[in-house]
């Protein structure tokens, strides 16, 4: 999944030692805004020293940013985990412009809404009522 959008808080990294393995970690999350009519914000983690290093991610960038979900339970409760695999910059935003032939001609200002139908003639097999 993708999102692109501008970084809006840069969170302190964390780090620890793996119970398991016994390796040292790190990760720290990120939050991009996602513009439109009602703004959207997601947080999302880079997880391991290397890949923090090499996204190098700054407050106020403008990105396109890759990731997993996945969830895991703890202590009977349920989290999300939103982890990024790419980061990407330099693109615009994708929006959804209007697919040529498209059945709807554009409205003016002065246009009745909803367009007028033309009757059916007289003998019409039709007999919906729109």
């Known amino acids: 999944m993708d999102l ?52 190098n991610i700054q407050m106020g960038e403008e990105l396109t940013v890759s990731f997993d979900i996945d969830a895991h339970e703890y202590n009977g409760r349920w989290f999300n985990d939103i982890r990024a695999y790419n980061v990407s910059r330099g693109q615009a935003p994708v929006t959804a412009a209007p697919a040529e032939g498209t059945p709807f001609p554009p409205q003016d200002a002065n246009s009745p809404f909803p367009p007028a139908q033309e009757p059916a003639g007289e003998g019409s097999t039709d007999d919906l009522p729109f």
């Open 4 to 55: 692109t959008g501008k970084i809006i808080a840069v969170l302190e990294p964390r780090g620890g030692v793996s119970n398991r393995t016994g390796n040292n970690w790190k990760s720290q999350d990120f939050v991009i805004e996602v513009p439109g009519q009602y703004p959207k914000k997601c947080v999302f983690t880079v997880f391991g020293e290397d890949r923090i290093n090499q996204f």
